[in-house]
């Protein structure tokens, strides 16, 4: 990269950019007062002075190039600013200082990541809160398609998931593999998220990119509680995946019979066939799940013709 090839010439520049990693408040000074530098030079990494301080975690020096002009929203080669540094050492002093002094929230690094979406994954509750009451844009996709909340999801973070919710994150954005909050915080298990989020309003039927809905997801991995409140909430039995699996097929191939129950008490369909034309008491009989073949031939199930 061609960073160092600036105006004032590599020396000056390589000397301005270590008293600012170094903590060295003076030089810094030196360089400002008698205009010796360009404020928004870049390293060999496209670090700038502010990156370089808010790296090292020198808010004074922050001060100091902020009160100088410097460019808050340069980004280095993988694309981070001096706020995405700051939220990466956790420094909420520095962080609060770029808000207010005017960073975009909002930029995002090579990954698509932003500084919101990277201080979710961090799971730190203090900064999204300033993040959010910056003004940060809550539904940004990083390249994967991910947003904050979906992030907060899959991480069990419930406190931030409530958060992100009450500020009005989108429940519904679907990632690239078409996951979304709810089939994420299904797939850990996470009864508290999966509640939170369909009293909020989550559609219970979208479907990832294999065709599974959170209850097959729920179903799948015998998280009973997760059925039951998806079930009571109105998500659609009978939705097939890729496969052609149901919620209920997927419990019987299993040998989950509380799931079974309940998908039979809640109405699901007995009879669906999936690719190969098996219905839940076949797959149940083949398995040897005799309790389950019973209790489906007891609530009309049947065999093919």
């Known amino acids: 990269m061609a960073f ?7 020396d000056n520049t390589h000397e301005f950019l270590n008293a600012c990693r170094l903590g060295q408040i003076e030089n810094v000074e030196r360089f400002l007062k008698n205009d010796q530098i360009d404020i928004n030079s870049q390293d060999e990494y496209g670090k700038t002075a502010l990156i370089c301080a808010t790296d090292m975690g020198y808010r004074d020096i922050l001060e100091l190039l ?3 002009g410097a460019n ?12 995405i540094s700051a ?8 962080v609060e200082l770029l808000i207010k002094s005017g960073a975009d929230l909002n930029i995002q690094d090579k990954n698509g990541e932003t500084a919101l979406r990277i201080t979710v994954k961090i799971g730190n509750k203090h900064i999204v809160e300033l993040l959010i009451e910056g003004g940060a844009d809550l539904n940004i996709q990083n390249k994967n398609g991910d947003t904050a909340l979906i992030c907060a999801a899959d991480r069990g ?3 931030i998931v409530e958060l992100l919710i009450k500020s009005g994150a989108d429940l519904n954005i679907q990632a690239k593999n078409n996951n979304n909050a709810l089939n994420a915080a299904t797939k850990l298990k996470r009864k508290d998220v999966v509640e939170l989020l369909i009293n909020s309003g989550a559609d219970f039927n979208v479907q990832d990119k294999k065709g599974k809905t959170a209850l097959i997801c729920a179903a799948d991995i015998e998280a009973k509680d997760i059925v039951e409140l998806l079930i ?5 039995l009978n939705i097939q995946d890729e496969y052609g699996k149901t919620a209920l097929i997927y419990s019987a191939q299993t040998g989950y019979k509380d799931v079974v129950e309940l998908l039979i008490n809640g109405g699901a369909d007995l009879n669906i066939q999936e690719e190969n034309g098996n219905t839940a008491l076949e797959i149940a009989a083949k398995m040897e799940f005799k309790n389950i073949v019973e209790l489906l031939i007891k609530c009309g199930g ?3 013709s």
């Open 4 to 10: 160092l090839s600036n105006l004032f010439g590599k």
């Open 66 to 68: 902020i009160k100088g």
């Open 72 to 83: 808050l929203n340069i980004q280095e080669e993988n694309g981070d600013t001096a706020l």
């Open 87 to 94: 939220v990466e050492i956790g420094r909420v002093d520095i």
């Open 157 to 159: 973070r419930k406190d």
């Open 232 to 236: 009571k909430g109105g998500a659609n």
């Open 302 to 304: 049947s065999f093919r």
